[in-house]
């Protein structure tokens, strides 16, 4: 039996909030790689591993943690686009981790995404049926640790 076409592992993630507080300090925030762990429930740490700070064709290593299973990602700056848009592909997933802000107002609106342009890759498709409790699952746990995500980013940048 497939899952319904709205929980497969594939799907397009998305959490979104307007926080009360100038796009300058929301994307100062989001392009810290630094902070991201303060606010990812799954993220410890982001490690640079090139030269030159947040840029395109920026290789990070993530190492994640879900429970006790730890893993390492890696992640390539697809898209900066300055005070709107990055963008990273994590190669070992296959899925591509969006943040995008505009101005709402007096605040920022930020929606963060994960889409899988192609489609996950066949370690992702192994790796989490065998430790991260299944491909659908561990899909929607993103999903809701992306909306927690944005409402610690949001806390933080209105602080």
């Known amino acids: ?25 929301v994307w100062s925030l989001i ?5 991201m762990p303060d606010w990812s429930p799954e993220l410890l740490r982001m490690i640079p591993l090139k030269r030159g700070g947040m ?3 920026q290789w990070y290593v ?3 943690r879900r429970k006790a299973v730890v893993w390492p990602t890696r992640n390539v700056v697809a898209v900066l686009e300055p005070g709107r848009v990055v963008a990273w592909d994590t190669t070992s997933s296959g899925a591509r981790w969006i943040w995008e802000i505009t101005a709402a107002g007096e605040g920022t609106h930020v929606v963060h995404r994960r889409p899988v342009p192609e489609k996950l890759t066949l370690v992702s498709r192994l790796f989490a049926p065998v430790f991260l409790g299944g491909s659908v ?23």
Request: glycine content about 6%; overall charge negative; cysteine-free.
């Open 1 to 25: 039996m497939n899952a319904p076409a709205d929980r497969v592992a594939d799907r397009e993630l998305r959490a979104e909030a307007t926080i009360a507080a100038p796009p300058e300090r």
């Open 31 to 35: 392009t810290d790689v630094s902070r």
């Open 55 to 57: 840029r395109r064709g």
């Open 62 to 64: 993530g190492i994640n």
């Open 137 to 159: 699952e561990h899909a929607d746990e993103l999903e809701a640790g992306m909306a927690a995500t944005v409402e610690r980013l949001k806390a933080v940048a209105e602080a």
